[in-house]
């Protein structure tokens, strides 16, 4: 007699009697459920799991489709996986990297396999015949496996295989055993769940980009078609300074840096790293001192970017250069609550680029470039009301404001100054180190991980209430800071090389504190899980200057 268990399905509030032993598949199958894009993967007991995972005791269980950000992982994972396959079977010499978020895809390296050999200069008829190949893989609806071994077993056959980033990342994580996955044969390491079937991969592009790939995946908000393409040059460009920089210092994966830190390399990096971001700081300055006319800058990012740092350092350098920076705080500028304008829920939208006095701001910018004195708004947040400061301020020759905030470089919010009295910088934790070469680290994460430390340390706010958010706050990034980045002047990379291995200490007992019963433990678990990888290195190594300070405490600075 085939022995069952209850399993609970949240998508239907319905309870299931399955066979134990079931794979989530197989339980999606019997649930009745009917999902356009999915299922891609599942919260068991709120951890996500892949559509493999077999279930021998109760559970509650919530299959997961393109809509959700997990989901949306898993599907890209399997790209990535098929795409690496791909390039395998039409040049079994050439090492594939999935490099960084950009253009509203990925954008992909093709390297000889032999780190000595010269760049291979992809062509697009390379990228056609890579594309033709992933469409016939998908077609071919080939079973992808998943299998557990030894952690020596893994390491070995990466090792024969050729890929060192996954043998220097699997060598470090101090594991017994390791999963990894095969299409056809072809095996690879990937931290997160994949899907099962490559024909359930029904959409994608890939288009020759630069001197790479650009893989399009599909769009979040619908994702029956790509996500729409915009041409990112200037964010691509901070990313490849930041490889070479990572050249340098001969660190371009987890594994490499985990390696340094065994070897006790771990102050000369920060040193560095610290140093070239100062670098690019100074360079910032100098540009804007021999910018013509220049009498504003404007710093915007998102958030947990950095950018009240950012303003500071920039600020220093600034005086450096013989230039007074005058601060501007955007907040001061806010409409009085009951003109503040509402979400479609009816709460009030304080990012709304419409919450801000638009007109009072552009009124007193001009005079203030006129050379005459103005007084200086202040909104007083315990009454939710506007009023003057009775602060007086006029700008003599050598001074330029410096104004920070999330819409600073949206042309609507200067739109009255002209262009030549402005530069723009925007700021962000752009992650340019990879787990190993097919497996990225997303930049949202460094972030996330930086907001939830600074929500508890200043503000009180659980890590489980600051994941709770985090989607709302991405989703106003969409819509008020990432489609104006591009018009930045300068883009400045506010992430280290070494910050994941300094924010770990901090972040995973927080993360830890994160109950099981709550959906936000997924996500905590998720992190907790990736941090794992990763080998600390000791806070009081960090100067009271660095940018990370903003975060972790005991800057230098003033807040």
Known sequence: MEQTLKIRCKNNKKTLNVSIGAT?????SQSGLEMQYGPVSARVNNKVEGLHYRV???K??????L????GRRAYIRTLFFVLSKAAHDLWPNCKVIIDVPVSN???VDLLPRDKDDEHWDVTPDDVHALRQHMQEIIDAAIPIHRHEATTEEAIAM????????????LQSSGRLYTTYYDIDGYKDYYYGTLLTNTSQLYLFGLEYYFDGILLRIPSQEDPSRLGAFVRQNKMLEIFKEHHSWQDILGMRTIGDLNEAIAKGYASQLIQVSEALQEKKIAEIADNIARHKGCRMVLIAGPSSSGKTTTSKRLSIQLAVNGIKPIPISLDDYFLSREETPRDADGDYDFEHLHALNIPLLNEQLNALFRGEEVELPRYNFHEGRSEMSGK????????ILVVEGIHALNPELTAAIPDEKKYRVYASALTTILLDNHNYIPTTDNRLLRRIIRDHKYRGVSAQETIRRWPSVRKGESRWIFPFQENADAMFNTAMLFELAVIKAQAEPLLEQVPETCVEYAEAYRLRKFLRYIQPIKEDQIPPTSLLREFLGGSSFHY
């Open 60 to 65: 509650d269980i919530e299959f997961l489709d």
């Open 392 to 399: 007086k301020l006029k700008l003599n020759e050598k001074d």
């Open 158 to 169: 990466f090792q024969e295989a050729g890929s060192i980033s996954k043998v220097k990342l």
């Open 67 to 70: 809509y959700s950000s997990s």
């Open 105 to 107: 895809g990925y954008y």
């Open 24 to 28: 989530l598949s197989e339980i999606f």
């Open 56 to 58: 021998y005791k109760r």
